[in-house]
């Protein structure tokens, strides 16, 4: 079953999306755009899978850093937003029993749920806005603010944009707090 799901994973990307000019390595397809925005797709393998059953999990993110190139080997888990696609409860089995034509379409829905979503964001100054202005978290229930999304945003010159935010957020722990201190005292010196 191992081999059939890489074989099945090898021809979807060939067929959907070596042509958009989007990278594969291993279990990821990534897409890297000009201006520094970051896509991926990542087949998660359940830990539980046998030599007779594969399952798996299909997760995306957005993915930016400061400057315009970014790691090109990031990890879905370093997205600044995740999500995990829906389609059929977002669970996705292959046995011996599968008709492979079926679940290849199958695989294929869940992968345009994804990339459906992906395409609404096409650049880095998007990206940046879509968590400024809170657009973004509608599409998770991953927490797309946490620290280290508010410290890249500080890092990319948004602290006065995120200020409120972090300073409302303080009681969550010394991270924000002492973000809330270093925006406090940039604003100190450009008065």
């Known amino acids: 079953m191992q081999e059939l799901f890489k074989k099945l994973l090898s021809d979807i990307f060939n067929e959907l999306f070596k042509p958009l000019k989007w990278k594969k390595q291993g279990s990821n397809y990534r897409y890297i755009s000009d201006n520094g925005l970051g896509k991926i797709i990542n087949f998660q393998k359940s830990k539980w899978n046998t030599q007779d059953e594969v399952t798996f999990y299909i997760n995306y993110g957005l993915y930016i850093e400061v400057g315009n190139s970014i790691n090109k080997t990031f990890k879905e888990y370093d997205c600044q937003f995740r999500n995990r696609t829906s ?84 009681w969550r722990g010394e991270y924000f707090e002492s973000l809330t201190e270093l925006i406090e005292q940039k604003m100190k010196t450009e008065v």
């Open 87 to 170: 389609y059929l409860n977002g669970i996705y089995t292959l046995t011996p029993e599968t008709d492979i034509e079926e679940f290849r379409k199958i695989i294929i829905t869940a992968l345009r749920e994804a990339t459906a979503f992906l395409n609404t964001i096409n650049s880095k100054d998007e990206f940046i806005k879509s968590l400024l202005n809170g657009e973004i978290q509608k599409h998770t229930n991953d927490i797309v603010m946490h620290y280290y999304t508010c410290k890249l945003l500080y890092d990319l010159g948004f602290y006065r944009e995120i200020y409120d935010y972090v300073k409302a957020e303080r």
